[in-house]
């Protein structure tokens, strides 16, 4: 059972371009949603983190947005950098009642930044 | 040290034999996750620690699985009996609270060990 979904599975954008990467849960003891950006050979690394209670978080050229009522959320990169050519994950954890240690993982999206 | 270490960062057996991954947490942090990461997946929860004892090895695929972390830091992942299914990248990870509260979310990933089994 893929308690997240996540799409698009690869995603080509140009640079200075915008890219949106959308992710659907399923589970609603989830209370964490973290993006990982996983580069070749290297393990994921932290990009971004939400909580539900709020809709939108910005940091520089990352932006998630989350719709609670719809149980999605989405990772925006403006301004796409070649440098930004990466593997994406969202994820998920549950509350402190659900086995908060368990962070679940989309299957990725393969950015590609071209110049 | 400054990072997750993982050790071997490669690893090629045949089918059968018996492997053991080491990952070495950095320094301080109490909580320390194993994943599995087979190709183009997201990494899939295996067992989690809290100090020397696992606190949730639920997602272990079988008893072939086993993880150990006897003085609470250095973790090693011993695989009996290898498949080649068992074949992906085993991922270490560390956090700084067991807990996960508020501020203390971030998993800290090492690079990885890559098992391929013949």
């Known amino acids: 059972q893929q308690q997240v979904k996540q799409s698009p599975q690869s995603l080509i954008v140009q640079k200075g371009g915008i890219s949106i990467i959308n992710c659907a849960y399923e589970n609603t003891a989830f209370d964490y949603f973290p993006w990982y950006q996983q580069f070749p050979g290297k393990g994921p690394a932290l990009l971004i983190a939400i909580r539900p209670d709020v809709s939108e978080k910005k940091e520089g050229r990352f932006t998630i947005s989350f719709n609670k009522s719809a149980k999605q959320f989405s990772l925006h990169i403006m301004d796409s950098q070649p440098g930004d050519s990466a593997t994406y994950f969202c994820?998920?954890?549950?509350?402190?009642?659900?086995?908060?240690?368990?962070?679940?993982f989309g299957t990725g999206t393969k950015l590609q930044v071209i110049p | 040290g400054a990072g997750v270490s993982q050790t071997p960062s490669n690893k090629v057996t045949e089918k059968g034999k018996y492997v053991e991954l080491r990952c070495d947490p950095i320094s301080g942090h109490t909580a320390l996750y194993w994943y599995r990461q087979s190709l183009g997946q997201g990494p899939e929860f295996l067992i989690y620690?809290?100090?020397?004892?696992?606190?949730?090895d639920s997602g272990l695929p079988n008893d072939r699985f086993f993880a150990v972390r006897p003085e609470g830091s250095v973790s090693t992942l011993k695989i009996q009996r290898t498949e080649r299914g068992d074949s992906a990248v085993y991922l270490c990870a560390s956090s700084p609270q067991g807990s996960l509260a508020s501020g203390a979310n971030v998993l800290t990933f090492g690079a990885g060990s890559r098992l391929t089994v013949l």
């Open positions: 994820a998920a954890r549950p509350g402190p009642r659900g086995g908060y240690q368990k962070v679940t």
């Open positions: 620690f809290q100090g020397t004892g696992a606190a949730d």
